[in-house]
Nanobody
Framework: QVQLVESGGGLVQTGGSLRLSCAASGITFSIYNMAWYRQVPGKQRELVASITSGGSTNSPNSVKGRFTISRDNAKNTVYLQMNSLKPEDTAVYSC???????????WGQGTQVTVSS
């Protein structure tokens, strides 16, 4: 059974930092491309950052320079370091795993991040 379990969300003030973790089980983690998405109720889900099995990363301009994705294959975990947080970063953050490209096969339940102004 595949599981992706996020942790690390919470309430933080503007300008603060959080580190999200996503622990994977039931898959050969090292060969999967991973990503973090976020979603606000009533809005489309948004890609926050991605990392390939080889370690190449990508992120949109809205978070570039503030958010960093990384992975630890020994721990089957992908991380999202979020710095200089803004109220507009408030969302449910979920991780996803894709065996090929970025056609995601598995999703986590998500963790709430709330940034107060």
């Amino acid at each position: 059974q595949v599981q992706l379990v996020e942790s690390g969300g919470g309430l933080v003030q503007t300008g603060g930092s959080l580190r999200l973790s996503c622990a994977a089980s039931g898959i050969t983690f090292s060969i999967y491309n991973m990503a973090w998405y976020r979603q606000v109720p009533g809005k489309q889900r948004e890609l926050v950052a991605s990392i390939t099995s080889g370690g190449s990363t990508n992120s949109p301009n809205s978070v570039k320079g503030r958010f960093t994705i990384s992975r630890d294959n020994a721990k089957n975990t992908v991380y999202l370091q979020m710095n200089s947080l803004k109220p507009e970063d408030t969302a449910v953050y979920s991780c996803a795993a894709a065996r090929y490209g970025f056609r995601f096969d598995f999703w986590g339940q998500g963790t709430q991040v709330t940034v107060s102004s």
